[in-house]
């Protein structure tokens, strides 16, 4: 069946340090892939999302690109704030049907000044 | 967007009670909604698909008849937490898809319900 493994976290950078967060996934077919953002008692925001292989989602200065070839779909950003401070998890969807997400474990992020 | 609203966002109830959670959509429709279950530090587990006008579909491990679902229009689902115990305790979150939107695009998630039973 689908999966999603991601790094485990916790994850603790200083503010403007360089954020890479892995994610690869095992399906069937050509999924999409997603990056969720969940902040403190919150539910899950969409951060980005790629729906077929090379392509590339980008939010708020955060980027992941679809690599077919590595089953892959790592989460950077450039310079992290301490607002970035969240859970991030990866997602992925089946193109079939309408069906539900399959979740990473998510990966927390603390982000200090 | 698609803005998904869930309600209450928490809630204390004594062992035995009900409790009833609320998940709209409230500028799309949404014929399939989804039931996440959430444990602290803990990813997102599915509890159970809800369809419009039919019986939801739960995973395996859920029970149907503790968690009582129902979706009876295009912009609701409910979730009925009966009977609860203090290992129900979790945070619970509903999403839906916009119906007819293509296949593979995001949930749209609510904010979640906390639910504590004492």
């Known amino acids: 069946g689908n999966s999603v493994t991601q790094m485990e976290g916790p994850v603790t950078l200083s503010e403007e340090a360089f954020l890479t967060i892995n994610c690869t996934y095992t399906?069937?077919?050509?999924?999409?892939l997603f990056w969720y953002v969940q902040y403190p008692g919150e539910g899950l925001q969409l951060l980005l999302k790629?729906?077929?292989?090379?392509d590339k989602g980008s939010n708020k200065g955060f980027e992941a690109t679809y690599r077919k070839e590595t089953t892959s779909f790592h989460l950077e950003k450039g310079s992290v704030q301490v607002s970035d401070s969240a859970v991030y998890f990866c997602?992925?969807?089946?193109?079939?049907?309408?069906?539900?997400?399959?979740f990473g474990k998510g990966t927390r992020l603390s982000v200090i000044a | 967007g698609a803005v998904v609203s869930q309600h209450p966002s928490w809630v204390i109830c004594k062992s035995g009670t009900s409790v009833k959670i609320e998940c709209r959509s409230l500028?799309?429709?949404?014929?399939?909604m989804f039931w996440y279950r959430q444990f602290p530090k803990q990813s997102l587990m599915l509890m159970a698909t809800?369809?419009?006008?039919?019986?939801?579909?739960?995973e395996q491990g859920v029970e149907k008849d503790k968690f009582l679902i129902n979706h009876a229009s295009l912009t609701l689902s409910t979730l009925t937490v009966t009977s609860a115990h203090p290992e129900d305790s979790s945070f619970y979150i509903c999403?839906?898809?916009?119906?007819?939107?293509?296949?593979?695009?995001?949930?749209?998630f609510g904010n979640g319900t906390r639910l504590t039973v004492t």
């Open positions: 999403s839906a898809r916009e119906s007819g939107v293509r296949e593979g695009s995001p949930l749209h």
């Open positions: 399906a069937t077919g050509y999924p999409s």
């Open positions: 790629a729906t077929k292989a090379d």
């Open positions: 997602a992925l969807s089946s193109n079939s049907g309408n069906t539900p997400l399959v």
């Open positions: 500028d799309f429709q949404a014929t399939t």
């Open positions: 809800s369809n419009e006008g039919s019986k939801a579909t739960y």
